[in-house]
């Protein structure tokens, strides 16, 4: 049976690379870093997009348990930006191309007795061979190793990977598992016992079969077993199960491979998307996986919580992984939340030669081979973002993606029309709501599908983003271009659940994003989210919030400061309410001014905003603050009160998790709000804020922060191997007389991750 070690910790690295670096075994001239790592922390804005573009080498030092001796051992590389060389003990082992793809390397041969050397070359260039790059894109892709690397130590086989197929029958599941493996012996007959559990960890079915392992890379799929009566995952209800394999040789077992699934059937069709038979409107946003200072290298505990944002906060049920397989982690939690997920292989724009097309075809088998047992997953996006047609390339990558998996729809993301359909669904970014020539919106919000797509009949479709690039909007910006970027999303998204020939609409997008100099701002950050690069709401996240039961939560998001002077003839409507409540009432100039309900013109979203559009008062009138009330079946269930004399009164901070672990790199995020006396964000308000924390733990990125826009996130992360169960981390506000806030997190080791040191 084989072992997994973690390897994230004690690596060595420098910015660049020498062949002599090969046989190199000496540290001196190398900084000690743990991963996840990126070859260059970049700063906020204003950097060149060429800082982490270079050629590096990581090295550590790798010494094989005793009582693992003679054992087979494996690297596993969940993610590298964006190739390698890997070299161990001076000689070549292999290389990979591909930043966002899993790989494989067998050392056992490499190795020697006590102390050996693993040497990376990584090349983080923009390499024309390597989708996304040999044009311009508008995202950075960072560069390092900057997911987990694992070590496993084998038997004579070892298991790769283990896709569960299955077919259901009403609420019975038959299963016939694929064992990917990987036998360093001759072939063998081996007994192979499969374990379903439930959620609980329930026995729902045991049973053994003998299955053939050839030599070499193999798979082998199952004989159709009925495991009986299951229940089904869904959006709501995000029911998984795990299933466990053993493969035994003469009795001894060889290896075990615990994998997790959700039985559900997806369906995508000209009438819309259906989840276990039932017919759902998508509604969502794109999602860039990287992060301020770090980019790409984000421990596991922050790409979860993306996906807690997406689902418990914006209330979302569909993202887009835009454009590029993201991590696991993200991956798992979009299981357990009941988040669905479109998958997509890396690229934008640009196709290039046989070499770039050799690796796509590779990032195909890699992100379903991968990514196969996740229940949100219900696409495979088969085609480079936003590129020209190319009929032999894709209908390749087609046939590949559906040689793996026949219960899934394919499709690729278009930005031209009439382009030919070779996969399932045919995918369209539609930014027609917009007319760049006058700045206005058109009559037209989305595009008629068969005048996008040229052909006589209709075929299942989806828009993959809208907005976006075209009414790009930073979280400092003043409240009309704020309320225009909400209206806009509003718009979309009341035509998207008005139409019947779409299976929804996933817009651009969820979170800001670092970019090229091509693209951007003319600070080098792309201000396409409905919220921040911290993942802070703009206005517009008030119009998927406002989109939940009101049973479940109550959201009242006015996209307003409700203040004197900041809108046209000095009067504070009209203002737009992203609310789930019945109706509201506004105070203004001392007295009620109105009750205002649902917008008609949002009529087809579940919870239309509310315009509130008459002013009573007088551009001289005396100001005396305001409230906007809500109500829900006849009851006060939200207030926001807004001061005549609002000021500075005080910093609200919030941090995501108060307990870490210290066994790897782990980190949690800090939001800092100033705030006036009723509450209120204060957004005009430029303060800064310093950051002290203990030995044990640390700021990513810089201490002394800016609070451009009255609002700003920071993480922290901690010091492996720093046994103190407590870290502190000391908030100031600078040149303020609020007083300084201490928050102390707890620090234990997790139990489930084992490392090697």
């Given at each position: 049976?084989?072992?997994?070690?973690?390897?994230?910790?004690?690596?060595?690295?420098?910015?660049?690379?020498?062949?002599?670096?090969?046989?190199?075994?000496?540290?001196?001239?190398?900084?000690?870093?743990?991963?996840?790592?990126?070859?260059?922390?970049?700063?906020?804005?204003?950097?060149?997009?060429?800082?982490?573009?270079?050629v590096?080498?990581?090295?550590r030092?790798?010494?094989?348990?005793?009582?693992?001796a003679?054992?087979?051992?494996?690297?596993?590389?969940?993610?590298?930006?964006?190739?390698?060389e890997?070299?161990?003990?001076?000689?070549?082992?292999?290389e990979?191309?591909?930043?966002?793809?899993?790989?494989?390397?067998?050392?056992?041969?490499?190795?020697g007795?006590?102390?050996?050397?693993?040497?990376m070359?990584?090349?983080?260039?923009?390499?024309?061979d390597?989708?996304?790059?040999?044009?311009?894109?508008?995202?950075?892709?960072?560069?390092?190793?900057?997911?987990?690397?694992?070590?496993?130590?084998?038997?004579?086989?070892?298991i790769?990977?283990?896709?569960?197929?299955?077919?259901?029958?009403?609420?019975?599941?038959?299963?016939?598992?694929?064992?990917?493996?990987?036998?360093?012996?001759?072939?063998?007959?081996?007994?192979?016992?499969?374990?379903?559990?439930?959620?609980?960890?329930?026995?729902?079915?045991?049973?053994?079969?003998?299955?053939?392992?050839?030599?070499?890379?193999?798979?082998?799929?199952?004989?159709?077993?009925?495991?009986?009566?299951?229940?089904?995952?869904?959006?709501?209800?995000?029911?998984?199960y795990?299933?466990?394999?053993?493969?035994?040789?003469?009795?001894?077992?060889?290896?075990?491979?615990?994998v997790r699934?959700?039985?559900?059937?997806?369906?995508?069709?000209?009438?819309?998307?259906?989840?276990?038979?039932?017919?759902?409107?998508?509604?969502?946003?794109?999602?860039?996986?990287?992060?301020?200072?770090i980019?790409?290298a984000?421990?596991?505990?922050?790409?979860?919580?993306?996906?807690?944002?997406?689902?418990?906060?914006l209330?979302?049920?569909?993202?887009r992984?835009?454009?590029y397989?993201?991590?696991?982690?993200?991956?798992?939690?979009c299981?357990?939340?009941?988040?669905?997920?479109?998958?997509e292989?890396?690229?934008?724009?640009?196709?290039?030669?046989?070499?770039?097309?050799?690796?796509?075809?590779?990032d195909?088998?890699?992100?379903?081979?991968?990514?196969?047992?996740?229940?949100?997953?219900f696409?495979?996006?088969?085609?480079?973002?936003?590129?020209?047609?190319?009929?032999?390339?894709?209908?390749?990558t087609?046939?590949?993606?559906?040689?793996?998996?026949?219960?899934?729809?394919?499709t690729?993301?278009?930005?031209?029309?009439?382009?030919?359909?070779?996969?399932?669904?045919?995918?369209?970014?539609?930014?027609?709501?917009?007319?760049?020539?006058v700045?206005?919106?058109?009559?037209?919000?989305?595009?008629?599908?068969?005048?996008v797509?040229?052909?006589?009949?209709?075929?299942?479709?989806?828009?993959?983003?809208?907005?976006g690039?075209?009414?790009?909007?930073?979280?400092?910006?003043?409240?009309?271009?704020?309320?225009?970027?909400?209206?806009i999303?509003?718009?979309?998204?009341?035509?998207?659940?008005?139409?019947?020939?779409?299976?929804?609409?996933?817009g651009?997008?969820?979170?800001d994003?670092?970019t090229?100099?091509?693209y951007?701002?003319?600070?080098?950050?792309?201000?396409?989210?409905?919220?921040?690069m911290?993942?802070?709401?703009?206005?517009?996240?008030?119009?998927?919030?406002?989109q939940?039961?009101?049973?479940?939560?109550?959201?009242l998001?006015?996209?307003?400061?409700f203040?004197?002077?900041?809108n046209?003839?000095?009067?504070?409507?009209p203002?737009?309410?992203?609310?789930?409540?019945?109706?509201?009432?506004?105070?203004?100039?001392?007295?009620k001014?109105?009750?205002?309900?649902?917008?008609?013109?949002?009529?087809?979203l579940?919870?239309?905003?509310?315009?509130?559009?008459?002013?009573?008062?007088?551009?001289?009138?005396?100001?005396?603050?305001?409230?906007?009330?809500?109500?829900?079946?006849g009851?006060?269930v939200?207030?926001?009160?807004?001061?005549?004399?609002?000021?500075?009164?005080?910093?609200k901070?919030?941090?995501?998790?108060?307990?870490?672990?210290?066994?790897?790199?782990?980190?949690?995020?800090?939001?800092?709000?100033?705030?006036?006396?009723?509450?209120?964000?204060?957004?005009?308000?430029?303060?800064?804020?310093?950051?002290?924390?203990?030995?044990?733990?640390?700021?990513?990125?810089?201490?002394?922060?800016?609070?451009?826009?009255?609002?700003?996130?920071?993480?922290?992360?901690?010091?492996?191997?720093?046994?103190?169960?407590k870290?502190?981390?000391t908030?100031?506000?600078?040149?303020?007389s609020?007083?300084?806030q201490?928050?102390?997190?707890?620090?234990?080791?997790?139990?489930?991750?084992?490392?090697?040191?």
């Open positions: 049976m084989s072992k997994k070690f973690n390897l994230n910790l004690n690596w060595y690295f420098k910015p660049s690379f020498d062949v002599t670096d090969i046989n190199n075994t000496s540290v001196e001239g190398f900084e000690k870093i743990n991963l996840p790592h990126t070859v260059k922390e970049l700063s906020y804005n204003c950097f060149s997009h060429e800082e982490t573009a270079m590096s080498t990581y090295m030092k790798l010494t094989i348990p005793q009582e693992y003679g054992r087979r051992a494996i690297l596993v590389f969940d993610g590298v930006m964006a190739r390698y890997l070299y161990v003990n001076g000689q070549k082992v292999t990979h191309r591909g930043g966002y793809s899993r790989s494989f390397a067998d050392i056992t041969k490499f190795l007795a006590g102390e050996n050397t693993i040497v070359m990584v090349d983080s260039t923009e390499n024309p390597i989708p996304p790059f040999g044009h311009t894109i508008d995202y950075l892709c960072f560069g390092g190793i900057y997911r987990d690397v694992n070590l496993y130590l084998a038997q004579e086989l070892w790769e990977n283990v896709l569960v197929r299955y077919d259901l029958n009403g609420n019975e599941a038959v299963l016939y598992p694929e064992i990917q493996a990987d036998n360093a012996g001759a072939p063998f007959d081996a007994e192979v016992t499969v374990e379903l559990r439930d959620q609980a960890g329930g026995l729902v079915k045991h049973y053994t079969q003998t299955v053939s392992f050839a030599a070499g890379h193999s798979s082998a799929v199952m004989e159709k077993v009925n495991a009986g009566t299951i229940t089904r995952w869904d959006m709501e209800e995000p029911c998984l795990t299933v466990l394999i053993t493969v035994k040789k003469d009795a001894s077992t060889q290896d075990t491979k615990t699934v959700g039985f559900r059937t997806v369906e995508c069709r000209a009438d819309g998307f259906f989840l276990n038979g039932k017919k759902h409107k998508l509604m969502g946003l794109n999602r860039h996986q990287s992060y301020p200072y980019g790409y984000a421990p596991a505990r922050v790409q979860k919580k993306d996906a807690d944002i997406l689902k418990n906060y209330h979302l049920t569909v993202v992984t835009s454009h397989m993201q991590a696991e982690e993200f991956l798992d939690r299981d357990e939340l009941g988040l669905m997920v479109f998958s292989i890396p690229g934008w724009g640009y196709i290039g030669g046989e070499e770039f097309k050799q690796v796509s075809y590779q195909v088998r890699d992100m379903i081979t991968t990514q196969f047992n996740h229940p949100s997953i696409i495979w996006s088969i085609r480079i973002n936003e590129s020209a047609d190319d009929d032999e390339f894709y209908t390749k087609n046939e590949i993606a559906k040689s793996i998996d026949t219960t899934r729809a394919t690729g993301t278009r930005c031209i029309k009439n382009s030919h359909l070779i996969e399932d669904v045919y995918t369209y970014n539609d930014f027609i709501h917009w007319t760049h020539e700045k206005h919106y058109r009559e037209l919000v989305l595009c008629n599908q068969q005048a797509t040229g052909l006589d009949h209709k075929v299942p479709f989806l828009v993959s983003e809208y907005c690039h075209i009414y790009p909007t930073k979280p400092f910006d003043g409240e009309e271009r704020q309320l225009r970027h909400a209206q999303h509003a718009r979309v998204q009341n035509a998207n659940f008005a139409r019947e020939d779409a299976l929804g609409a996933i651009w997008c969820a979170f994003y670092q090229h100099g091509d951007g701002s003319g600070d080098k950050i792309c201000y396409h989210g409905v919220m921040s911290f993942r802070t709401p703009k206005y517009a996240a008030g119009v998927y919030r406002s939940v039961d009101p049973e479940k939560e109550i959201v998001e006015p996209c307003t400061l203040a004197r002077g900041e046209d003839d000095n009067k504070p409507i203002f737009m309410v992203c609310t789930n409540a019945d109706y509201i009432d506004v105070e203004a100039y001392g007295r001014i109105g009750r205002y309900f649902p917008s008609q013109v949002y009529s087809s579940a919870h239309p905003p509310i315009m509130v559009d008459n002013d009573p008062g007088h551009w001289a009138d005396l100001w005396k603050g305001g409230a906007i009330i809500a109500y829900y079946k009851k006060e939200a207030r926001r009160t807004y001061s005549r004399d609002a000021h500075l009164d005080g910093l901070v919030t941090v995501d998790d108060s307990a870490l672990n210290n066994t790897v790199v782990d980190s949690t995020r800090f939001v800092c709000e100033y705030q006036d006396q009723m509450g209120n964000l204060l957004p005009y308000y430029n303060g800064i804020i310093s950051v002290e924390t203990s030995d044990n733990i640390e700021v990513i990125g810089p201490t002394t922060i800016a609070v451009v826009g009255g609002r700003i996130g920071f993480w922290v992360k901690t010091k492996p191997f720093a046994r103190e169960e870290a502190t981390v908030i100031h506000a600078v040149n303020t609020i007083p300084d201490v928050f102390t997190i707890d620090l234990s080791p997790d139990t489930s991750i084992e490392v090697l040191p």
